[in-house]
T-cell receptor
Framework: ETGVTQTPRHLVMGMTNKKSLKCEQH?????MYWYKQSAKKPLELMFV???????ENNSVPSRFSPECPNSSHLFLHLHTLQPEDSALYLC???????????????FGPGTRLTVT | GQNIDQPTEMTATEGAIVQINCTYQ??????LFWYQQHAGEAPTFLSY??LDGLEEKGRFSSFLSRSKGYSYLLLKELQMKDSASYLC??????????WGAGTKLIIKP
């Protein structure tokens, strides 16, 4: 595997379910990100991890819970979601996070989440 | 507040040239990125500008004017595979990326 991978690619879940999204990067990067992408809206940054430490939580509801066990893996645990949470969830990685404006982000293909 | 504006959709003809504009108002500036995103796929990096001027990379060029809060992405010799969304993003004073909603580019034969 190369680049950034995400599983599952598609997920349908009920509002009372608990599920997890997985992201893995094979680039040797130290920063990882979760984004939410809704149709015709800008990418919304949800969480940032730099060297396995969470550095940002952009006012994300507690029904989304991130986990970063090592610098290569990132999870997003989901529970009690709402229909408005239906979106494409993108994972990204970059060499570092802080004071690195030119470090481009590499994205995974995303998980298309539908909450029924 | 912070804001990135770009057109929602543009249409161009195969073989032609198209310019996608992006204007921004952010708290600080540490560079501007352009990404390409094909439908159902991951965004991929196209360019990064931090100084004023034009950066050329093959058929794609990106321009920046910091005084005007303005950038554009220029695509030459358009091909059908260039049909995609183009995302503009600015790195603010905290090095956080502020994203535009993207411009969907439709290429017609």
């Amino acid at each position: 595997e190369t680049g950034v991978t995400q599983t599952p690619r598609h997920l349908v879940m009920g509002m009372t379910n608990k599920k997890s999204l997985k992201c893995e990067q094979h680039l040797g990067h130290n920063a990882m990100y979760w984004y939410k992408q809704s149709a015709k809206k800008p990418l919304e940054l949800m969480f940032v991890y730099n060297f396995k430490e969470q550095t940002e939580n952009n006012s994300v509801p507690s029904r989304f819970s991130p986990e970063c066990p090592n610098s290569s893996h990132l999870f997003l645990h989901l529970h009690t979601l709402q229909p408005e949470d239906s979106a494409l969830y993108l994972c990204a990685s970059s060499q570092e996070r802080a004071q690195a404006p030119s470090y481009e982000q590499y994205f995974g293909p995303g998980t298309r989440l539908t909450v029924t | 507040g912070q804001n990135i504006d770009q057109p929602t959709e543009m249409t161009a003809t195969e073989g032609a040239i198209v310019q996608i504009n992006c204007t921004y108002q952010t708290s600080g500036f540490n560079g501007l990125f352009w990404y390409q995103q094909h439908a159902g796929e991951a965004p991929t990096f196209l360019s990064y500008n931090v100084l004023d001027g034009l950066e050329e990379k093959g058929r794609f060029s990106s321009f920046l004017s910091r005084s005007k809060g303005y950038s554009y992405l220029l695509l030459k010799e358009l091909q059908m595979k260039d049909s995609a969304s183009y995302l503009c993003a600015v790195s603010d004073s905290n090095y956080q990326l502020i994203w535009g909603a993207g411009t969907k580019l439709i290429i017609k034969p």
